[in-house]
């Protein structure tokens, strides 16, 4: 089993910087994708940002990219989500999720595919 919890969310005007962090606890997290979802109101859940076992490899929505960055610490057995020049649009919340173990450089997208999940932590961005 791995717990994982979410912290970093908050209320943040536009262009502001966000950093979200999960912490794991259970297992160590270097066997498993990592991946930081984000759903917000009536809304489907979509995948934002994901980092490999393999590489790593990182992945990111289209609408996110060069924006944010993922990064993980598996001595620390956390992963991060650096969130820059954030948009309203951006307002939801994010649950980090591990998909493992495993070991390679694929990421799925498909929330279905994550065995373990976070409560989440809100993220509003006013205009």
């Known amino acids: 089993q791995v717990q994982l919890v979410e912290s970093g969310g908050g209320l943040v005007q536009a262009g502001a910087s966000l950093t979200l962090s999960c912490a794991a606890s259970g297992r160590a997290l270097s066997g498993y994708t990592m991946g930081w979802f984000r759903q917000a109101p009536g809304k489907e859940r979509e995948l934002a940002a994901a980092?490999?076992?393999?590489?790593?490899?990182?992945y990111y929505l289209e609408t996110v990219k060069g924006r944010f960055s993922i990064s993980r610490d598996n001595d620390k057995n956390a992963v991060y989500l650096q969130m820059n020049s954030l948009k309203p649009e951006d307002s939801a919340v994010y649950s980090c999720?591990?998909?493992?173990?495993?070991?390679?450089?694929?990421?799925?997208?498909?929330?279905?595919?994550?065995?373990?999940w976070g409560l989440g932590t809100q993220v509003t961005v006013s205009s």
């Open positions: 980092i490999t076992t393999v590489g790593p490899r990182s």
């Open positions: 999720a591990a998909d493992g173990p495993r070991w390679d450089s694929i990421v799925a997208s498909n929330p279905r595919s994550y065995d373990y």
